[in-house]
């Protein structure tokens, strides 16, 4: 049993933890959405879990800019989606493609909160020339071999057979907060 902080842990969360990382239980990081509109909540896939620890913990490989992509089936993101499983319901339409995220840059935005951090993108648009629904979100790494976070919407957005324009306002929040229920016990 490995442990970390003197609370026994499961060994995949503890290797490779620097020292001064050695007290994980006495926080918490949470993802969560806008408080407004018509999202449900993002959420962390494992594998965005273990690419964020890769990128805190600078073990390769990185995810090189997040790739937004749009889901077009009837889904809802939970923690054990893969990007496989993600891909296999992505929006098929025309006027649709995913779109990589720059960063760093004037299209970002950040931002310390009382409880956390938020990041904002500026607003990600396309314009779908056919029917479509469109269920949610996901981001992936640049090459698409992982997923990142997703996010259901309360109802899914309607397009008939003319399509329309759709707009993607990315607002993510990092919040901080003693463990609770966290990896050691």
């Known amino acids: 049993m490995v442990s970390i902080g003197g609370k026994p842990c499961l060994a995949s969360i503890a290797a490779g933890v620097p020292a001064n990382l050695s007290r994980l239980e006495s926080f918490h990081v949470h993802i969560r959405p806008q408080a407004w509109g018509s999202a449900v909540a ?12 890769r990128q805190i913990l600078q073990i390769s490989p990185g995810i090189g800019y997040p790739v ?3 889901i077009g089936g009837n889904h809802v993101v939970i923690h054990a989606d893969t ?22 840059g004037p299209n970002w935005t950040l931002s310390t909160l009382a409880d956390g951090a938020q990041a904002v993108h500026t607003p990600l648009s396309w314009a779908f020339t056919g029917a479509c629904l469109v269920y949610g979100y996901w981001l992936s790494d640049q090459t698409n071999t992982y997923s990142l976070l997703g996010e259901t919407f309360s109802a ?4 008939g057979a003319a399509g329309g324009p759709f707009t993607l306002n ?3 929040y990092i919040v901080s907060q003693p463990f609770t229920l966290g990896p050691c016990y």
Not at 47 to 52: F, K, S, T
């Open 156 to 159: 899914p957005f309607t397009y």
């Open 83 to 104: 990007e496989a499983s993600l891909a296999a319901v992505e929006l098929a339409v025309a006027g649709y493609a995913p779109i990589t995220l720059t960063s760093p």
């Open 68 to 70: 937004v992509h749009l």
């Open 170 to 172: 990315l607002t993510s």
């Open 42 to 53: 993002q959420v962390l896939t494992e594998e965005g879990g273990l690419a964020l620890w």
